[in-house]
């Protein structure tokens, strides 16, 4: 499930436009016409609306993949990619902060500290 974001990403503008662009002519195929239909049905969604949301970037970025032969298997996969430089500054930005402000996420896990590898073969 794509997440939807208050506020419209600079990487949200720009694949839009790349989706939408001369550039790449995609295919007429089932989830491309159906991801046109959600797109031109979230400023009316009722929810959209009161949360001021809009589709984020993976929105964009999974029809562009799609579109350019990516198999949907990998899409989490460049999604991750792309995101790890952003990831590593914040590792590195947060201990830095004289406030100790804590950034995304805003929940504090509460899960095992501490967990033993266990192969595939052998989970239940």
């Known amino acids: 499930m794509t997440r939807a974001f208050s506020g419209t990403g600079?990487?949200?503008?720009?694949?839009q436009q790349q989706q939408h662009g001369p550039r790449l002519q995609l295919a007429a195929d089932r989830v491309e016409h159906?991801?046109?239909e959600l797109e031109a049905a979230a400023?009316?969604?009722?929810?959209?609306?009161?949360?001021?949301?809009?589709?984020?970037?993976?929105f964009y970025s999974g029809i562009l993949?799609?579109?350019t032969g990516i198999p949907a298997n990998m899409f989490?996969?460049?999604f991750a990619i792309g995101r790890?430089?952003?990831w590593i500054a914040h590792c590195?930005?947060?201990p830095d902060d004289p406030n100790g402000r804590i950034y995304?996420?805003?929940?504090?896990?509460?899960?095992?500290?501490?967990?033993h590898y266990v192969p595939v073969e052998k989970r239940g």
């Open 34 to 36: 159906e991801a046109r």
């Open 84 to 86: 790890m430089p952003d």
């Open 104 to 115: 995304r996420p805003r929940q504090i896990y509460v899960g095992a500290t501490r967990r």
């Open 10 to 15: 600079r990487r949200t503008v720009s694949s």
């Open 76 to 78: 989490t996969v460049i």
């Open 65 to 67: 993949l799609r579109a």
């Open 92 to 94: 590195q930005q947060v």
């Open 43 to 58: 400023p009316s969604d009722s929810r959209f609306i009161k949360g001021k949301l809009h589709p984020n970037v993976d």
